[in-house]
């Protein structure tokens, strides 16, 4: 058993009666005592660490961000580069288009022009087959007797089938 005595000596002491404590309590308190010493030791080490541990975390998140603004840039400058895809791929096809538009029209003024020939062919031609049916006629007057009126002359065939020609080269030159 283990006493302890007052620190000071002759007057009244610190303590009136000594304290009386087994081995093994000592120990336990003892035990208990390093215990809470570690602790706190370990406390304090955690304390210590924290502005580095708290420094780490910031450092973590600065490289996010700015591995985050890498990216956002590299994005921004892919979609910069299909911009400008896009507007080039619009500015031909306007361009192609207006070219289509060009020919299309050349080609429809073309048509219009073989049509006002092949029109102006057919007037002449059917001004012809009435001056030559109205020559036609009078000599069939004359020749009524002779000819069997069921039967067409000759001219009138000819000018029916330039008729029917003309017609199918219109009709061919209109379908193109």
């Not at 404590?21 to 005592?33: A, I, S």
């Not at 390093?34 to 600065?62: F, G, V, W």
């Not at 087959?129 to 036609?136: A, F, H, M, Q």
């Not at 002779?146 to 002359?153: D, Q, R, W």
């Amino acid at each position: 058993m283990v006493q302890i005595q007052p620190i000071m000596g002759h007057e009244k002491g610190f303590m009136e009666h000594s304290i009386q404590f087994d081995k093994p309590v000592l120990r336990n308190m003892y035990m208990d005592l390093l215990k809470m010493k570690e602790e706190a030791e370990a406390c304090l080490l955690r304390k210590d660490n924290l502005p580095s541990y708290a420094e780490e975390q910031l450092a973590e998140e600065r490289a996010k961000r700015e591995e985050a603004e890498r990216e956002k840039e590299l994005l921004e400058q892919k979609c910069k580069e299909l911009q400008q895809k896009l507007d080039n791929q619009e500015r031909v096809l306007k361009q192609l288009q207006a070219e289509m538009e060009e020919k299309m029209r050349n080609e429809l003024r073309e048509r219009d022009e073989k049509i006002q020939k092949l029109e102006a062919q057919m007037k002449t031609l059917l001004e012809e087959k009435e001056n030559t049916k109205n020559d036609c006629t009078s000599k069939k007057k004359k020749n009524k007797d002779k000819e069997n009126p069921s039967k067409p002359s000759l001219w009138f065939l000819i000018l029916e089938a330039i008729n029917r020609f003309l017609i199918l080269i219109t009709k061919y030159l209109c379908s193109e």
